[in-house]
């Protein structure tokens, strides 16, 4: 977790304390097994998570499909939260489930509070972190506006190479907003046209 | 009949995102929406350009706004402000880093405007402004989501029906083509969805 706010652009020496305090208070790795729906995290909190290891899959209720859908994917070295219960105070809407074994920890909302007191640079780290969030949405949705399937795939490939080379076909469908058939075709398309 | 004036509007629009906990917070609204200043824009002017510009929170009076994104030399409509929104480029606001988006009006607008540094004075809105802020992130988190519901439908209809949902006027706000960039489909797509629309009714 400490490399993680080190990478942030943020982030300089002056942070080193306010992220010991951090580190200090974090909880135990908790690991799941690949398939299962991570219960601790569909529980009403406010806590900030990071992904040690592994992929999870952050999937919603689509309102306009019978299935549920895959909102996004968390590759490892992230954080991410509950975001209706950080900023509505609502139950989680989203639910976790693990794309391969993983290993991740909590960091308290309490403890958060806590260290802002004392540490006023935190809430910087998090308004750092936070952008870094919407940065990776922004570019997502300029993705997912494409119009063609095949430059969705390769904008994964190009941007995404951790996430690309770790996706199964349906879970990379999902993840670009086409149908599995459309996906399918537009793979057929390209190999076509390179031979 | 009854006439609202702008920032009685404005103070609307406000008290409809923040939670007001103390009752002193609505007398420091009231005062903040006074503070914004009306200015009417042609279609194709700019709110916000991209860079350094001015770090403002705008709220839409009338009209309507898109924020566009620049990217591998093409430009994409991500976002839309309309009567009622409030706009702001989040890179300036929130981060005070230079903006990767713009912001034109799409229609002829009023839009109300009020700069940072005077939402975050300390001596007329000392606790407002900053949670004001707080809740202007979050909104923006939560936006990006929505949105992201909306691109995540893989059918025209589909997509547009979500679009729908989250703003229910959508189609009288905005240009179809505006409305086509924004839902990342051809024109030809569009018409298809919205005829689709017509035969369900």
């Known amino acids: ?195 | 009949m009854v006439t609202i004036n702008k920032s009685e509007y404005i103070l609307k629009g406000l008290l409809s995102l923040y939670p007001i906990s103390q009752d002193f917070e609505r007398e420091e609204l009231y005062t903040l929406s006074n503070e914004f200043e009306i200015q009417n824009f042609c279609r194709g002017e700019h709110l916000w350009s991209q860079g350094l510009d001015r770090d403002n929170l705008y709220f839409v009076i009338s009209g309507s706004c898109g924020e566009y994104l620049l990217h591998d030399k093409n430009e994409s409509l991500i976002r839309l402000y309309q009567d009622g929104k409030f706009a702001f480029s989040e890179d300036l606001l929130i981060y005070g880093v230079p903006s990767e988006t713009r912001c034109v009006a799409l229609t002829e607008s009023a839009v109300a405007s009020i700069s940072k540094k005077i939402l975050l004075d300390d001596t007329f809105h000392k606790s407002v402004g900053a949670k004001l802020l707080s809740i202007l992130l979050n909104f923006s988190m939560t936006e990006y989501r929505n949105t992201t519901y909306e691109m995540l439908q893989s059918s025209g209809k589909t997509r547009l029906r979500a679009a729908i949902s989250q703003s229910p006027n959508l189609l009288n706000i905005i240009p179809r083509k505006e409305l086509a960039d924004y839902l990342g489909l051809s024109r030809a797509s569009l018409f298809r969805a919205l005829s689709s629309f017509d035969h369900e009714e």
């Open chain 1, 1 to 195: 977790m400490r490399a993680y706010f080190e990478a942030l652009p943020v982030y300089t020496p002056a942070f080193k304390s306010t992220v010991d305090s951090v580190v200090s208070v974090l909880g135990e790795n908790v690991k799941k097994r690949k398939g299962q729906i991570v219960e601790e995290l569909t529980l009403h909190n406010k806590d900030f998570w990071f992904l040690k290891s592994g992929f999870l899959k952050e999937m919603y209720k689509n309102p306009f499909e019978k299935e549920d859908a895959l909102f996004s994917i968390i590759p490892p070295l992230s954080i991410f939260v509950n975001e209706d219960t950080l900023f509505n105070d609502l139950h989680p809407q989203h639910y976790y489930t693990t794309y391969s074994d993983v290993e991740f920890i909590r960091f308290k909302y309490e403890d958060f509070e806590r260290i802002n007191e004392s540490h006023p640079l935190l809430q910087l780290l998090y308004l750092s972190g936070t952008a870094e969030i919407q940065k990776n949405r922004r570019a997502r949705l300029i993705m997912l506006r494409m119009r063609s399937t095949i430059d969705r795939i390769n904008w994964v490939k190009n941007q995404r190479p951790d996430l690309f080379y770790y996706m199964d076909r349906v879970t990379l469908a999902q993840y670009i907003g086409v149908s599995r058939a459309g996906l399918y075709r537009a793979l057929e398309k390209a190999d076509l046209d390179q031979k």
